[in-house]
């Protein structure tokens, strides 16, 4: 029964996303029980309250741009698009533009991108933010950067992820 519920949401979800989800649909039929706790940890991947959503966009970005998946980088695009993030923000975020980003979309980019590779210059920006959104906006970032870093993991682990191909990239944001 859950096997065959999953298997019609996913339909769904690839339409949200703008991509075909192979994982998921494997998933669905060899793994039920994994999608379903996958699914439950969407709302965690979604907690926004004292940050702009842009920012929270931006720090996945990061996050999935260093992760290196084409497709996981083209949800990203999709969702921030969905959610009122401006195409040129994202153009500019995969290409780290500095002349079109601020101060603080960068620190989001920066901050997605370096806790993902582990880098000791992720606590500076850390700070920074606190400074700007406390520690709730903190938290807000860390969920964001690690749920990024879930699906891509996920999908990584599957054999399914794809290379990122940033001058496609570029253009899925316009």
Excluded at 100 to 122: H, I, K, M, P, T
């Amino acid at each position: 029964m859950l096997q065959r519920l999953l298997t019609r949401l996913v339909p769904g979800i690839e339409e949200r996303l703008g991509v075909r989800l192979e994982y998921l649909r494997l998933m669905a039929a060899h793994a039920p029980g994994a999608l379903w706790r996958l699914l439950l940890f969407m709302p965690l991947a979604a907690y926004e309250r004292s940050v702009p959503t842009s920012l929270l966009h931006l720090a996945r970005l990061g996050a999935t741009l260093s992760e290196d998946c084409g497709e996981c980088v083209e949800i990203t695009v999709n969702v921030a698009r969905q959610e009122g993030v401006s195409a040129e923000v994202l153009r500019a975020g995969i290409t780290r533009d500095a002349s079109v980003l601020g101060a603080n979309e960068l620190a989001a980019l920066d901050y997605g991108s370096l806790l993902v590779q582990g880098d000791r210059r992720a606590d500076d920006v850390r700070r920074e933010l606190e400074e700007l959104y406390g520690t709730e906006g903190v938290i807000e970032f860390a969920t964001a950067v690690a749920s990024a870093q879930l699906f891509t993991t996920v999908k990584r682990g599957m054999g399914l992820s794809q290379r990122c191909d940033v001058p496609r990239m570029r253009e899925l944001a316009a």
